[in-house]
């Protein structure tokens, strides 16, 4: 137990790291011009379906990443945000797009999770704050932040927030994962070979990150997640990721020279307040 509680504190930072770098890197590779997004979310997804394959096969428990039908639907909502976050960071700078996704993620989840119990009304209340905050970003006139960037950004919310209702229902997150990644790859693959993505623009670099993101800061961190979600209190995953667009803000700012104006300052400071209404718990009595 001592042992499980000392590597929590690094595994939840490597975590909630990997996942404002996944936006940083987004943008870096495709608003740079590094790697075409469709080949960017296909070398992506196949690096992590691999990643999770040798995952499962060190545990003894390779064919648990066979995919069926129950993964279908969920395949397909991982499959929207994959292509989505890709094309939408073409049009919008990471500090703005974290917003918007989070925002976004939170309302569906929210709305979502009605048919097994209707949300308490501060969540309620939580998720139009939030949704505010993006309509800040889509209405003002905010540096970095386009109007199809906030419409691809608000898809990739939606897309991951249903996809993330469908991985809460599965007894085995690991395993519903490395599923639905096989999937996911396999369809990729097949959409490369279709469209000829091959033959898009790419350099080395870009192939680089995408494929380092897809097989660490994606695979690896959702594997890390789940396992730390399991050792913490329940609810308190949505407060450990309110520190997420903090840190893809800040990240976006000082690696990528994003300017940060008082707009986008209100905007996030709409949708940090949601997400910290919608995590919030009271305590018993």
Do not use: K
């Not at 400071?269 to 009595?285: C, D, H, K, Y």
């Amino acid at each position: 137990m001592g042992r499980a509680r000392g590597t929590l504190a690094p595994a939840l930072g490597f975590v909630l790291f990997s996942f404002a770098l996944n936006s940083i890197m987004t943008r870096y590779i495709v608003g740079q011009g590094l790697l075409d997004p469709g080949l960017a979310t296909a070398a992506r997804f196949l690096a992590g379906a691999g990643s999770l394959l040798l995952l499962l096969a060190a545990l003894r428990r390779p064919r648990d990443a066979q995919p069926g039908r129950a993964n279908i639907l969920p395949a397909m909502a991982l499959g929207a945000y994959a292509v989505l976050i890709s094309y939408g960071y073409q049009h919008i700078g990471a500090a703005a797009g974290t917003f918007v996704f989070y925002a976004c993620v939170l309302a569906t989840m929210t709305l979502g999770g009605w048919r097994l119990a209707p949300p308490r009304p501060v969540a309620l209340l939580g998720s139009v704050v939030a949704l505010a905050g993006v309509g800040v970003l889509a209405l003002g006139r905010v540096e970095g932040a386009t109007l199809p960037g906030v419409a691809l950004l608000a898809g990739t919310g939606i897309a991951w927030g249903a996809y993330s209702l469908f991985a809460r229902r599965s007894a085995d997150p690991l395993g519903f994962t490395a599923q639905n990644f096989a999937a996911l790859g396999i369809a990729m693959a097949a959409f490369l070979g279709a469209l000829g993505l091959a033959r898009a623009p790419w350099t080395w670099t870009g192939l680089g990150i995408a494929l380092f993101m897809g097989a660490v800061t994606t695979a690896l961190s959702y594997a890390v997640w789940y396992w730390a979600l399991a050792r913490i209190a329940p609810g308190a995953g949505g407060t450990y990721q309110l520190a997420i667009p903090v840190l893809t803000a800040a990240m976006g700012v000082l690696l990528l020279g994003e300017a940060f104006s008082e707009r986008l300052l209100a905007a996030g400071a709409l949708v940090l307040l949601g997400m910290a209404l919608v995590a919030w718990r009271p305590r018993p009595a």
